[in-house]
């Protein structure tokens, strides 16, 4: 766990911004970036040199450890991209927004991708009065989302709630967090992920 930990605080320090991989820490004094802001290694401090494909390389790195998915699936979601009218790499942004797990994620109900998707796999969300435990189910415009679990568990999400407060709810998503519920007002679009990852730069990856 601490070798996780570890990799999660170099990545963000490489971006030089916070991408919220440890949940609760990147919110306190603990964080690694917090506590040094340039990028891990003896050499950390002095500029480095990148080829044009260790860029690419990179950006498709640092998108899937954000959102959780592995080569395979995010492969596949650069393929529907494609197939999908609009501009690939927004596309392709937009349906890893679209995740449930993220969903969770962008609510605040949970720290990390990671917890929330633990939150998904155990059955605790409802997609339209439905249980879902699929974390990777693409919503939709207008559906419904809620938590539903005994009260341990609802007690732990309304501290995540307040924990991750000052992250905010997407503009896209409308919360309910005292009923711990949720609806999506319309599909993200590329203004609402911001600059954190340069989808261009995986398009040219994966376009060679």
Not at 83 to 91: D, L, P
Not at 157 to 180: Q, T, Y
Request: hydrophobic residues 35%.
């Amino acid at each position: 766990m601490a070798r996780q930990t570890g990799a999660a605080c170099k990545l963000c320090r490489r971006e030089g911004e916070k991408l919220f991989l440890k949940g609760a820490r990147c919110t306190t004094d603990k964080c690694g970036l917090a506590r040094r802001s340039f990028a891990p290694g003896q050499h950390g401090q002095k500029r480095k040199k990148i080829s044009g494909y260790g860029l690419q390389l990179r950006e498709k790195q640092k998108a899937k450890r954000i959102y959780g998915v592995l080569e395979k699936q995010f492969r596949h979601y650069f393929h529907m991209a494609e197939r999908s009218k609009g501009i690939t790499g927004e596309v392709l942004l937009q349906l890893l927004e679209r995740r449930l797990d993220n969903v969770i994620f962008r609510l605040t109900f949970a720290t990390s991708r990671r917890s929330a998707r633990q939150i998904v796999r155990h059955g605790f969300v409802l997609v339209n009065k439905k249980r879902v435990d699929i974390p990777s189910y693409l919503i939709k415009e207008d559906d419904s989302i809620e938590i539903k679990a005994k009260e341990k568990l609802k007690k732990k999400v309304v501290e995540n709630i307040e924990v991750a407060k000052e992250r905010g709810v997407p503009v896209w998503i409308e919360a309910d967090s005292a009923h711990l519920k949720g609806r999506i007002k319309r599909l993200p679009v590329k203004a609402d992920v911001g600059d954190v990852i340069q989808e261009s730069l995986i398009v040219e990856l994966y376009s060679k």
